[in-house]
């Protein structure tokens, strides 16, 4: 008869634990002992399972070699500056990492090179480069400029094409999306060549779950709300405007129906990696000027052509104290300098707004140290003042004062560029206890539903009604009527982009692009009027 073997003490166990961790190395060294006996002994004393740290020591110490900084080390697991500092402690990781003592060095013998031991701590890597190199197929490491690559996209974003690039996958012979978990369909616009049915039979069968239809709003501004942009992550679209995703700190890549038909039945895209421009925002912001103003004077100076076929990387003070929606406007309108995608750093701002959107976990990016750009521009704000852009071009722009009390009677508010809460609370604190002039109509058009109903739970929709606004409706509902809201021969002020200014255009119509504030004040005398007064 096998004598039972006698269970180990509480304290036997503690002490087994903590040399072995494992349930299975602890039955080994007890001479064989099967892992789920170990485990029941476990529970029956209360002895919680042994849980591996969330972050290896090695992890820890690479990334403090690699930026000698909790903040930004930080940043790449998503951790605040304390918390990676406590990790750093944790593990006894206190000496200054070696590129600091080499930087030390090179600053007393200037003409020295950096060695390859230097190099290796890190790698000139653009925040585009790492996204990029994150998303190979094979897994790279670095990726280098112009080179192209094949890359498996984290989301994929239809449009109003939606009809098109499902024509386009069914030519292809492909049965089934590659990874319906990825795609997001959103239907902004009515398209008329859209069948209901038959489209949403197709959405069906391929198991899609991220639809959003008209009533929704504008497709950027919806996938924003609903948690589908996560930092570090590379998204394709079929539309230019998704530039407004690296808001999060994400690259946004834009193809063609075809391509994305591609895309949908493999999962693959050649990408060629583009070049990065740094563009560092400094100063002070002054009264009455908002992010469209800085935006507008930043398109001034660079011109439409400025960032063609590039990435710009934003950073600088004043960005880092925008809020989610400036950086949003701030992303969207580097399309008018011809940027092929736009990113503003990851911070404690995209950390809160991120919070509760999405349960998925991600990694955020930043670039190196010693990253490597094509150019580098840095921008003071601190005299800047109210801009607006003229009907003549994009980068066509002066200060409002230089304009006051040109007649405009058409003022367009909202839309993808400034249709955010934010946008339409500046607006309303102007508007309030006052009334649109009778010469001029002025029409909100919230970017979303969600948008629409927190100004309404707010009470900004009824100081707008009541000042005389007319209230479209949120997203895509109200752009669809765009153009005809505007009559031949008129003077137009609105809050869009130049795609939208295009659109009104097409009526004979003359359009300014301007702020909300700008909109909002010279609603009040049928004129352009400088809002510097109107803000406090």
């Not at 206190?94 to 080499?102: H, Q, T």
């Not at 060695?115 to 585009?128: C, D, E, M, W």
Request: glycine letters at 8%.
């Amino acid at each position: 008869m096998t004598r039972r073997r006698a269970a180990p003490t509480k304290s036997e166990l503690l002490q087994l634990q903590k040399l072995y961790k494992t349930d299975e190395k602890i039955g080994e060294r007890l001479g064989g002992v099967p892992a789920y006996l170990v485990a029941y002994w476990r529970r029956k004393k209360n002895i919680p399972k042994h849980s591996l740290p969330k972050f290896s020591e090695v992890e820890v110490r690479n990334l403090w070699e690699r930026y000698g900084d909790d903040e930004k080390s930080g940043l790449e697991l998503g951790l605040s500056k304390a918390a990676f500092y406590n990790w750093r402690r944790r593990y006894g990781i206190k000496e200054k990492p070696a590129f600091l003592k080499l930087e030390q060095l090179e600053f007393n013998f200037p003409g020295a090179k950096l060695g390859p031991t230097v190099n290796a701590l890190y790698g000139k890597q653009s925040v585009a480069q790492k996204i990029i190199a994150r998303c190979t197929v094979d897994e790279r490491e670095k990726v280098e400029i112009g080179e192209t690559v094949t890359i498996e996209p984290d989301l994929v974003v239809s449009h109003y094409d939606t009809v098109e690039i499902v024509d386009e996958f069914r030519k292809g012979g492909t049965e089934y999306i590659w990874n319906p978990n990825k795609v997001v369909v959103s239907y902004d616009c009515v398209d008329q060549r859209v069948d209901p049915r038959a489209m949403k039979d197709f959405i069906r069968r391929q198991r899609i779950k991220n639809v959003y239809d008209t009533r929704d709003g504008l497709c950027h501004q919806v996938i924003l709300e609903k948690g589908h942009l996560l930092p570090g992550q590379l998204t394709l679209g079929t539309n230019r405007m998704g530039i407004a995703y690296g808001c999060v700190g994400m690259y946004f890549q834009a193809i063609s129906p075809r391509q994305m038909a591609e895309v949908w039945a493999t999962g693959r895209y050649n990408l060629t990696v583009p070049e990065t421009i740094r563009l560092g925002i400094s100063g002070r912001k002054g009264r009455a000027v908002y992010a469209k103003d800085i935006m507008l004077s930043i398109i001034k100076k660079l011109t439409v052509d400025g960032a063609s076929g590039k990435v710009i990387e934003y950073g600088g003070s004043v960005v880092s104290q925008m809020t989610l929606s400036e950086r949003f406007l701030l992303s969207s309108l580097s399309i008018e300098m011809g940027a092929q995608a736009a990113i503003c750093p990851y911070d404690a701002t995209t950390r809160r707004y991120l919070t509760g959107r999405n349960g998925v976990s991600y990694r955020p990016v930043i670039p190196d140290k010693n990253a490597e750009y094509s150019e580098i521009y840095q921008i003071s704000i601190d005299q800047m003042l109210p801009q607006i852009s003229l009907p003549t071009g994009t980068d066509d722009i002066k200060p409002v004062a230089d304009l006051e009390g040109t007649p405009v009677q058409q003022i367009i508010l909202g839309t993808l560029t400034n249709g955010r809460y934010d946008d339409i609370r500046v607006a309303a604190e102007i508007l309030k206890n006052k009334k649109v002039h009778p010469d001029c109509r002025l029409i909100v058009i919230p970017a979303s539903r969600s948008v629409y109903l927190e100004a309404l739970n707010k009470g900004l929709i009824r100081v707008l009604v009541e000042a005389g606004a007319i209230l479209a409706g949120s997203g895509g509902a109200g752009m669809t009527s765009l153009a005809d809201m505007v009559s031949a021969g008129e003077t137009c002020l609105a809050t869009t982009g130049s795609m939208c200014r295009e659109r009104l255009a097409s009526v004979h119509a003359e359009v300014y692009l301007c702020s909300p504030a700008t909109a909002a004040a010279s609603a009040l005398h049928a004129a352009i009027t400088d809002p510097t007064r109107f803000v406090r």
